[in-house]
Nanobody, 117 residues
Framework: QVQLVESGGGSAQPGGSLRLSCTAS????????MGWYRQAPGNPRELVGS???????NYADSVKGRFTISRDNPKNTLYLEMNNLKPEDTAVYYC???????????WGQGTQVTVSS
């Protein structure tokens, strides 16, 4: 079993920055793919981006050039650096971890990010 705990959410002004963290515990494998989704009120959950075991990343077009995903395997921690935030980035952000071997996915509880002036 895997547990994911996010932290770092909060409020920021447009153009500001926030950094989210997601710490994992339990049975972990370095080959797990990790990433972030977000869900704004009334909208479906959407992929923000992901990172694989060798550090390859991909991002949604809406966040490319502004958001950066990284992982620290020894610390079992995933990060989301968010810069030049926009009001449309307001959402609950969820980290996830997917195990390619089994297809199992694990989710954090979510952390609120609010961008407003």
């Amino acid at each position: 079993q895997v547990q994911l705990v996010e932290s770092g959410g909060g409020s920021a002004q447009p153009g500001g920055s926030l950094r989210l963290s997601c710490t994992a515990s339990g049975t972990l494998f370095s080959i797990d793919v990790m990433g972030w989704y977000r869900q704004a009120p009334g909208n479906p959950r959407e992929l923000v981006g992901s990172i694989d075991d060798i550090g390859q990343t991909n991002y949604a077009d809406s966040v490319k050039g502004r958001f950066t995903i990284s992982r620290d395997n020894p610390k079992n921690t995933l990060y989301l650096e968010m810069n030049n935030l926009k009001p449309e980035d307001t959402a609950v952000y969820y980290c996830y971890r997917r195990r390619p071997i089994t297809g199992d996915s694990y989710w954090g509880q979510g952390t609120q990010v609010t961008v407003s002036s």
